[in-house]
DNA sequence: TAAAATTAATAGTATTACTTTTATATTTGC
DNA sequence: GCAAATATAAAAGTAATACTATTAATTTTA
């Protein structure tokens, strides 16, 4: 079994057993993705995915608490994810410009290419992501969930990307904001994109015009806040 | 019975019977919305909202075909009503820059004062849109419910916005997608300031800060587009 | 005033999320 | 190597949900 470098630890209160340690624990884990997929989530449901892993509904319910914290453990695992790809195409680029410029590129941009990271299909969690992604906080229990720790992965993805913002203005003031906008605005964007056209705009010309957008809104910003 | 000028019309496919033509239907709208508030959507029921207007279940379902239409229903009226105010706010006004200064004040400030537009309260419905808002589409059905015409409205207000960034500058080639990541991010950033301030930032010294953030990203960008 | 339309009430369906209980494997400590 | 702990599977059950169908009563209107 491959050890995978992205880790969702307990103190996020994401799941009862850490799926991780168990085969089992992996297979809900890579279906739950697909079925996710397949049916949307609100269709999906843990007595359809212990029929496809030839498992129980009742064991599913040993790793997570509820289909809704399965969702938000994917999800996170999707930002810690990026986190770490993020860490490791800017660990060697010393101009702030140059690190922001390719940090916004990967929050934004698609992920198309199965990184093939263990049991996680990227490219499948990046649908959900995009479709499903903020169910995991618009619900009544959102303060709860985050005070149990439910969103520290995400807190310190925006903070990261936040500390880079101010490595090229330092005087800018509104970084979370604009790191938090950039990154759930490019989500909202490429579903627009494929289901809202109305409501989005595509240049032909462009290979990602999601991409040269946001980091056009960035730059533009920071340069004229001196 | 007041008149109301916003109006949904038949072709969004949002209702079986126009809640606007009888008292029982301004019930259904007036107290879905404190109910809606109270509960939150998952928990709200057609049910409840019968026990609470004094009528019955099955009476709702003359009007509405589901609680996602109900939903859909008080979103798009949102969007209409904005629209409207838009529309009021700038009609007088002949500078490009000042017409769009004043549309992007009003699309993402708070809505604190009821305007009493006859049976909507519309501070209840903007908390609506704030906490519910994104669920009028992330559904499996959006495709389907977009052919119907749910969305026209929203994408009515997008186009008109995207038009006076265009008066501003005829040469800025993302007027749609800037508009709509204004309207989307203004709505995410207040829900985060209420739920999950560390993905956002608050000056205390500024009146509204996502006002004041949303404004400049609007003008630092456009203006160095020539 | 009769017909049409609207509303209310009841009861029903299939499905949902989730729990409980019990039995059977599997792993682990000694 | 075997008992004890743990993990899994299976079945059955619960309360609630979203929605439908039917029927009866009430209101509107022609």
Chains 1, 2 share one sequence.
């Not at 509904?57 to 453990?73: D, G, T």
């Not at 310190?156 to 509104?174: A, F, Q």
């Not at 462009?206 to 809104?217: E, G, M, N, P, Y």
Request: hydrophobic share 40%.
């Amino acid at each position: 079994m491959q050890e995978l470098p992205i880790k969702i630890t307990t103190d996020c209160n994401l799941y009862l057993k850490n799926p991780e340690t168990s085969e089992l624990g992996q297979r809900i884990v890579t279906n739950s993705i697909e079925l996710i997929n397949e049916l949307g989530f609100e269709a999906f449901t843990f007595k359809k995915l212990g029929k496809k892993i030839k498992s129980n509904e009742s064991s599913i319910y040993r790793y997570f608490e509820s289909k809704h914290h399965l969702l938000v453990y994917l999800i996170t695992w999707y930002w810690s994810w990026l986190e770490y790809r993020l860490v490791f195409a800017t660990s060697n680029i010393l101009d702030p410009e140059e690190r922001l410029r390719i940090a916004v590129e990967i929050i934004t941009k698609k992920v198309e290419q199965d990184f093939a990271f263990g049991y996680i299909n990227e490219v499948l969690l990046f649908n959900i992501v995009i479709d499903e992604g903020s169910k995991a906080y618009y619900t009544k229990d959102v303060d709860e969930e985050n005070e149990k720790g439910f969103f520290k992965p995400y807190k310190r993805l925006i903070k990261r990307l936040s500390d880079m913002v101010l490595g090229v203005n330092p005087n800018y003031i509104y970084p979370e904001m604009l790191m938090s906008t950039v990154i759930e605005g490019a989500r909202k964007q490429r579903f627009f994109t494929e289901h809202l056209p109305g409501l989005t705009t595509t240049i032909k010309e462009d290979k990602d015009t999601i991409v040269s957008f946001f980091i056009q809104l960035v730059f533009h910003n920071l340069k004229n806040n001196v």
